[in-house]
């Protein structure tokens, strides 16, 4: 109880900090907060999913952006060859990444959760790999995207002009959150998977079919995934590589909102998406921001060592 109470205040300054941020942005550089926050919708939707995974199964998977891509390549295949709208195709490719989640976790994942740490880490680096290659040998390497009219809507405020559509990432990602919390907090099966999350064992002791709720809750996170694929693919070009950066910043948001914070990820999604924005504004200086959650993740360590010492 004390280290929360002296915790709070660091919370506090540090909510009052980002807060001040925000409002001085809003007058110097208000694009930056607009495509700031809309690439933190991004985010969360990726990595409300990963930490799921972590939370529950307790496995890092490191072939998370490779599942969105999959999904995306899906969602391509489908509004090619049958002329389907992205969002026509949203749900047969929930129910596909769904399946497929079931089928690499019953003959993958399974076998590697009482293994150690680094067997599961070269595992899901593995499935990294064949998912790309496997992307790679069917749709080659060329970049896809389908063009929609709608994506290019923008509105003014002021004398800022910013594009809208983005805003549907910080849609997707605010239902997939109150999804999950309602799931997690209001049903037996979301309950029971908290309890294995938090007690394998004893959670199996009490009657919790244990392996049933890793299959489930590792398929669900790989259909929300999908979701993201969708959506992603709807403004985004796609390659068979594109997934590999949202892995890691997956990583990063779950490692710098910490292990269980659903409603964290959001919040550490907005600082990333607007440091990167902020970053891009500058010409010449976009590239950078590619590093920017690599030195997040840094700080987070960092900081998270010197607690520990204490």
Sequence with gaps: MAERILKRPLYI??????????????????TVVVYGVQRAGLYAGIALPMA????????????????????????????????????????PVVIVMFLLGMLIFKFTIKHTLKAPELN?????????????????????????????????????????????????????????????????????????????GQNPRGARIIGIDVNKIYILVFSLAIALTGIMGVLFLTSQSIFPLAGGSYTMKSFCLVA??????????????????????????????????????FALIIIVILIKSFKGKR
């Design 13 to 30: 300054i540090v909510g009052l900090l980002s807060a001040a941020v925000i409002v001085l942005l809003l007058f110097w550089k208000p």
């Design 52 to 91: 799921l995974i972590l939370g529950i199964v307790h496995i890092v998977n490191l072939a998370h952006g490779e599942f969105m891509i999959t999904a995306a390549y899906i969602t391509y295949f489908l509004c090619n060859s049958f002329g389907m709208s992205p969002f026509a195709a949203l749900v």
């Design 120 to 196: 599961q880490l070269i595992l899901t680096f593995g499935l990294a790999m064949v998912l790309t290659q496997g992307l790679n040998l069917i749709a080659t390497s060329q970049p896809r995207k389908i063009s929609l009219d709608f994506v290019t809507s923008s509105a003014t405020v002021g004398e800022t002009t910013f594009g809208t559509y983005g805003f549907i990432y910080d849609l997707a990602a605010v239902l997939i959150l109150a999804g999950l919390l309602f799931f997690l907090r209001k049903t037996k099966f979301g309950k029971a998977a908290v309890a294995v």
């Design 256 to 293: 710098m909102a910490g292990m269980g914070s659903l409603p964290g990820i959001v919040f550490a999604s907005i600082g990333l998406g607007i440091a990167e924005s902020f970053i891009m504004s500058f010409q010449g200086y976009g590239g950078w921001s590619n590093i920017v959650f």
